[in-house]
């Protein structure tokens, strides 16, 4: 069964102090990675996606990784505005377009 | 250009109440996807439409939902029989060509309230 399982569950910050968000996932044929921040009362904003293992992207202080078995998420000197809850999901490639999301990580950063 | 919108923002109805709720695609975009987020849950896939067809309804949790996109455009999500435990954000999103193609972008979503 495809299946995405994110830790941690919640991560609290101070401003400037990088971390990494996980994504583990097992997929019958990965076809692609999706990373997606979704702030209260709203929906999934699209960060990036991922393709192959090594593939690397990067937006402002976000940086996404993928491997064969898991992607990291990695925010370096994090903000007060990068405070959301941080979705990924997984494409199977045998299974048309829809997204299997993990629960998500609830990051804060205090100032 | 304008990004999913969703109709309405809120909706509270009682147990066995008939809803329906609208989701705008992105225009242009052919593939439209119907999810189901609940609370501190990642979205939970129901439904993908390529153009007016399901071409997979294999996450509707049973025959109380119902999706139609007749046009090709604008989408509806019926839910018959309400009950407490459909209570929840009810996510649209579009992608501009479907199946393993392209991002997809996310409306606001309609939060479903079953008293």
């Known amino acids: 069964e495809d299946q995405v399982t994110q830790s941690p569950e919640a991560l609290r910050l101070q401003e400037g102090e990088s971390s990494s968000l996980n994504c583990s996932y097992t997929v019958s044929g990965l076809r692609g990675l999706f990373w997606y921040r979704q702030d209260p009362g709203k929906g999934p904003e699209f960060l990036f996606t991922?393709?192959?293992a090594g593939e690397e992207k990067e937006k402002e202080r976000l940086k996404a990784t993928l491997t064969k078995k898991e992607s990291f998420l990695h925010i370096t000197a994090p903000k007060p505005e990068d405070s959301a809850t941080y979705l990924c999901?997984?494409?199977?490639?045998?299974?048309?377009?829809?997204?299997?999301f993990g629960q998500g990580t609830e990051l804060s950063v205090k100032p | 250009g304008a990004g999913v919108s969703q109709t309405p923002s809120n909706k509270v109805t009682e147990k066995g109440k008939y809803v329906e709720l609208r989701c705008d695609p992105i225009?242009?975009?052919?593939?439209l996807y119907w999810y189901r987020q609940s609370l501190g849950q990642g979205p939970e896939f129901l439904i993908y439409?390529?153009?007016?067809?399901?071409?997979?309804d294999s996450g509707l949790p049973n025959d109380r939902f119902f999706a139609v996109r007749p046009e090709g455009s604008v989408s509806t999500l019926k839910i018959q029989r309400t009950e407490r435990g459909d209570s929840a954000v009810y996510l649209c999103?579009?992608?501009?060509?479907?199946?393993?193609?392209?991002?997809?972008?996310f409306g606001p979503g309609t939060r479903l309230t079953v008293l």
């Open positions: 999901a997984v494409q199977a490639s045998n299974q048309g377009g829809k997204l299997i």
């Open positions: 439409f390529q153009g007016t067809g399901a071409a997979d």
């Open positions: 999103a579009s992608s501009l060509l479907g199946g393993s193609s392209g991002e997809q972008f």
């Open positions: 991922l393709y192959s």
């Open positions: 225009s242009g975009h052919t593939a």
